[in-house]
């Protein structure tokens, strides 16, 4: 059996290594247009920043390597032009000698990967500093062309995980970084209120957001001097990065008839299949799909690619692994802040249709005394099926095991009140004896048993339609720093005695700072007769950050 793979880093490289662990008999032929295999696309912004020492270490392995280890052929610089899916073979072109030849195969697998999208007014290889954050290429000329025009201004066009990453890398070189945003927010992926936390970190370290606008025009002949948004803002700059985003290569799954996904990436069954006989699709060309409701995703990251590689490699050499789907777990670095999420956003269970509980639980990572230092998560859960539905977390430290955990639980199809029977691990430098997943676990079940939540955004518009009590339980000094719109204060000691001053049949919304003595406020009042309470998800804390962020916005509109 012949297999050949076109494409050679994470994807195309796991299909290979994985069909040979599986077989000696097979022979295995890669195929990639470009120079480099087997890099870290990830690693990128921080070789350009300083923190990865040489190139080199993003490059871990190289022709020579898969040849020793596993006999497997791989050839850079030759470009497949077309196949003949009925006959089995394949056109390929040598870039170095212009030489085409023509290849057979038995399976056949596109590992094509993913292409930067480059939105208009921008046109690659026009201006001498424009660049892209795509391969070992991009990142040889970025560094390069750094060195050489010795840049004070950078405008990155877009704020995903690479425009953030090199948002963050820049900084640290001592240059200034503007970000321009089609979207009204930087991280598009998350709910506003919490893609807002990075937005407040951006700005304290200086970096200007342009956000809700495009680039309209472009002032340079060879190189970019100047660019105008869509609202009018004159940007001056030195260099230009475009991080807005991939689309799959899907262009020869397409000319063999290979059918596109919802997603606009090759569709494929469970074992990587496409509706093509002896073809199948892996990594950032292939469409996956959702652990929690079987729809088609797209999430182009290096740990779908090496497990939809491993998969394919397994099936073509008779094994019987199959993809479960993913969750679109993620997580970076920008600058202090760490930021995570998992499954489906708020907007998106909303948009599905789901009834659900938001809790906002903002815990220390690890015991105070310790130096622990607050995270702030945000869990999803059905009120139907009471399944965990998705998270985001944000904070300093702790972020990356906690979303781990939660993936996890999501992925076992975990309910609320199993994450507060999890065994995890305690030690005071390591967690607090109650863990915040523990207690988000707790929270969650509470509210859907008796203890209701209402989120600060729920609470802004039911109260523009009617009549809510709100009961500030904190202390006076809190109380007259800052407080929920309309809220009466009665700190949680007084309550009991004045409870003849409200109304127990008005809805009634209770809350502190943070949540815990809000739940216990409205436990008090549910044990009094009162019959419809509800705890302010995240308290004031939250309340404050949203409120905040509605000001901004009416700022910049």
Not at 446 to 466: D, F, G, H, I, V
Request: with cysteine; glycine share 8%; net charge neutral.
């Amino acid at each position: 059996m012949k297999i050949v793979v076109i494409g050679s880093v994470a994807a195309g490289t796991s299909v290979a290594a994985k069909a040979r662990r599986n077989t000696e008999e097979a022979e295995i032929v890669v195929y990639d247009k470009g120079k480099d295999i087997s890099y870290s696309v990830c690693g990128i912004p921080y070789y350009l920043g300083g923190e990865v020492e040489t190139i080199d270490n993003l490059i871990p392995r190289d022709e020579k390597w898969f040849k020793e280890r596993f006999q497997i052929d791989i050839h850079t610089q030759h470009e497949v032009l077309e196949v003949n899916a009925d006959a089995h073979t394949l056109t390929v072109k040598n870039l170095q000698t212009n030489e085409t030849i023509t290849e057979n195969y038995d399976r056949l697998v596109l590992a094509t990967g993913a292409s930067p999208y480059t939105p208009a007014p921008f046109e690659l290889g026009r201006y001498s500093n424009l660049f892209q954050v795509r391969s070992m290429e991009d990142a040889r000329q970025i560094q390069e062309a750094i060195e050489r025009l010795q840049p004070k201004k950078v405008v990155i066009v877009g704020a995903g995980f690479i425009g953030l990453e090199m948002t963050e890398q820049l900084i640290r070189k001592g240059l200034e970084v503007t970000i321009v945003q089609l979207e009204d927010q930087v991280m598009p992926q998350m709910d506003k209120e919490m893609a807002f936390h990075v937005e407040e970190e951006l700005r304290n370290h200086n970096v200007t957001l342009q956000l809700a606008d495009t680039v309209a025009t472009i002032n340079g002949n060879e190189k970019i001097t100047q660019l105008t948004t869509t609202k009018g803002k004159t940007l001056e700059t030195d260099l230009v990065i475009l991080a807005t985003g991939v689309r799959p290569n899907t262009q020869l799954g397409s000319s063999l008839g290979a059918e596109i996904g919802s997603s606009r990436a090759l569709k494929v069954d469970k074992q990587m299949r496409t509706n093509i006989p002896n073809v199948f699709a892996v990594g950032d060309v292939a469409e996956s799909f959702s652990v929690i409701d079987g729809q088609p995703l797209y999430r182009p990251l290096g740990s779908t690619a090496n497990k939809m590689g491993r998969i394919a490699g397994d099936v073509i050499t008779g094994g019987s692994l199959t993809h479960r789907g993913v969750l679109g777990t993620g997580i970076f670095r920008i600058f202090d802040l760490h930021v995570a999420q998992t499954g489906l956003t708020e907007k998106e269970a909303r948009a599905k249709g789901y009834a659900i509980e938001v809790l906002y639980n903002i815990k220390p990572a690890h015991a105070k005394y310790l130096g622990g230092k607050e995270i702030t998560i945000k869990a999803l859960v059905d009120k139907k099926s009471e399944r965990i539905l998705g998270a985001q977390i944000v904070g300093p430290e702790g972020v990356d095991k906690r979303i781990d955990v939660l993936a996890t639980a999501i992925s076992f199809k975990a309910k609320a009140e199993d994450l507060f029977h999890l065994d995890l691990a305690y030690a005071p430098p390591f967690a607090t004896t109650k863990d915040p997943i523990l207690y988000t676990g707790m929270a969650l079940d509470n509210a859907l048993k008796k203890n209701p939540l209402l989120t600060a955004s729920e609470l802004m518009k039911r109260s523009q339609k009617e009549t809510i009590q709100i009961i500030d339980t904190r202390s006076k000094k809190d109380y007259e720093k800052n407080h929920v719109a309309h809220a009466q204060h009665i700190p949680l000691a007084d309550l009991r005695d004045r409870l003849s001053e409200l109304d127990p049949t008005l809805p009634t919304v209770v809350y502190c700072n943070k949540g815990v003595t809000g739940n216990a406020a409205q436990n008090l009042l549910h044990n009094k007769g009162f019959k419809e309470v509800y705890n302010l998800s995240g308290g004031n804390k939250t309340y404050q950050l949203l409120k905040k962020m509605q000001t901004i916005d009416a700022e910049n509109s």
